[in-house]
């Protein structure tokens, strides 16, 4: 009992700032997406899943939500997937290496609102070093940011820029870890690099890689920093992606129960998320 008490006052500070933080927040945004709550209305209407009706009904939040689907499936696998080759690349022992290891990892410790200056510079047009380089090539200037048909790629382009060395640094952590002897038996068995590699480093790394998607993935449902630099949703909402729509809703439009009903959808997508890597491909994939 002594034992008990004493780790539980351990915990207390961390389980306060959980509540106050998280689980309050959580449960008091679903109990006001079942409200009216916006500048017609002096106190709370209760009007039940008439937010989520409306929701869905908003070409505005059809568009957000697809945009995001898109941003994922451009975002996830190619974040991963050059984190992992740079992984591979700097894990050499040749010179340079921990130099380029630095180069990788650096867009990651630039915040979101600077690097989305950055890319901004890059895009602009006439002036952006983009169409410089088109110009002294004798091309065209791009708008790439003013264009509905470009501007999410352009957004996807600098989250993976983003995020790839955040990966890199999970798959370094892996690749070091895997054992030397097994690698030296494959090659002394005339192993090639590729079979190595998709035979015994690939499989390895298959817990890195369920973790580093996962991550991308509630990621690819979080992004809100460049948008409000760089396009602030459009044009005409090709950029606009859910939790924009919920920043919108909430300070520009005052409409805090649509805002709260969305919330509660992207909240849905997470617990999705995490119940399919916890009961499915995590428990599927152990190493001793």
Request: aromatic content about 16%; proline content about 4%.
């Amino acid at each position: 009992m002594k034992e008990n008490v004493t780790s539980w006052l351990f915990l207390l500070p961390s389980l306060i700032f959980l509540i106050m933080f998280t689980l309050y927040p959580m449960i008091k945004t679903a109990y006001l997406s079942f409200f009216q709550s916006d500048l017609s209305t002096d106190k709370p209407i209760f009007i039940g899943l008439k937010n989520f009706k409306m929701m869905m009904e908003d070409e505005v939040f059809r568009k957000a939500f697809i945009n995001n689907i898109w941003f994922a499936i451009g975002t996830i696998p190619t974040s991963v997937a050059l984190g992992m080759v740079l992984a591979i690349l700097v894990n050499r022992k040749i010179k340079g290496s921990a130099l380029a290891r630095t180069f990788f990892f650096y867009p990651v410790v630039i915040p979101m609102v600077s690097a989305a200056f950055i890319w901004l510079f890059f895009y602009t047009p006439e002036y952006g070093m983009i169409n410089k380089l088109l110009t002294l090539f004798g091309a065209g200037e791009l708008n790439l940011l003013g264009n509905s048909s470009t501007v999410l790629i352009a957004i996807i382009v600098m989250v993976i820029w983003k995020e790839a060395g955040f990966f890199m640094i999970f798959y370094l952590a892996a690749l070091q870890n895997i054992p030397k002897d097994l690698i030296e038996a494959s090659h002394i068995d005339g192993a090639s690099k590729w079979i190595q590699f998709r035979k015994i480093v690939f499989p390895l790394l298959m817990p890195t890689t369920i973790f580093s998607f996962v991550i991308a993935t509630t990621n690819a449902f979080k992004t809100i920093d460049q948008l409000v630099v760089m396009t602030q949703g459009g044009p005409n909402n090709a950029s606009n992606l859910l939790l924009y729509y919920i920043y919108e809703s909430t300070f520009r439009f005052m409409d805090y129960g649509k805002a709260a009903a969305a919330t509660i959808v992207v909240l849905v997508i997470m617990v999705v998320i995490a119940a399919i890597q916890f009961f499915g491909t995590d428990r599927k994939i152990h190493y001793s």
